[in-house]
Nanobody, 121 residues
Framework: QVQLVESGGGLVQAGGSLRLSCAASGSFRSINYMGWYRQAPGKQRELVAAITSDGTTNYADSVKGRFTISRDNAENTVYLQMNSLKPEDTAVYYC???????????????WGQGTQVTVSS
């Protein structure tokens, strides 16, 4: 019954900021991985940022220094703070969470529904 609900997308001017949120319903024994991906029309889905269970983060070169991924373990929520946005950041952004549910023995992978981010020049 795990569902990931995304919010925070919208239209913003170049140079502006947005903060995306992704909250996972259901209970987990542990969460191994949280990440943000994006997909623009005609392009492949790509990793934007990720955070692991020990707090280690990594970013795509194109967003490093502008985006920050963070989490709230108690709420099973992952955030993406996006600053200095550029038109090329325009895409549908998807969150991904891998974790072990309370009723499960092994980890499973879960995706959000996607939220549109549009950056105008």
């Amino acid at each position: 019954q795990v569902q990931l609900v995304e919010s925070g997308g919208g239209l913003v001017q170049a140079g502006g900021s947005l903060r995306l949120s992704c909250a996972a319903s259901g209970s987990f024994r542990s969460i191994n991985y949280m990440g943000w991906y994006r997909q623009a029309p005609g392009k492949q889905r790509e990793l934007v940022a990720a955070i692991t269970s020990d707090g280690t983060t990594n970013y795509a070169d194109s967003v490093k220094g502008r985006f920050t991924i963070s989490r709230d373990n108690a709420e099973n929520t992952v955030y993406l703070q996006m600053n200095s946005l550029k038109p090329e950041d325009t895409a549908v952004y998807y969150c991904n969470i891998q974790g072990v549910r309370l009723i499960a023995r092994f980890p499973t992978d879960h995706w959000g529904q996607g939220t549109q981010v549009t950056v105008s020049s």
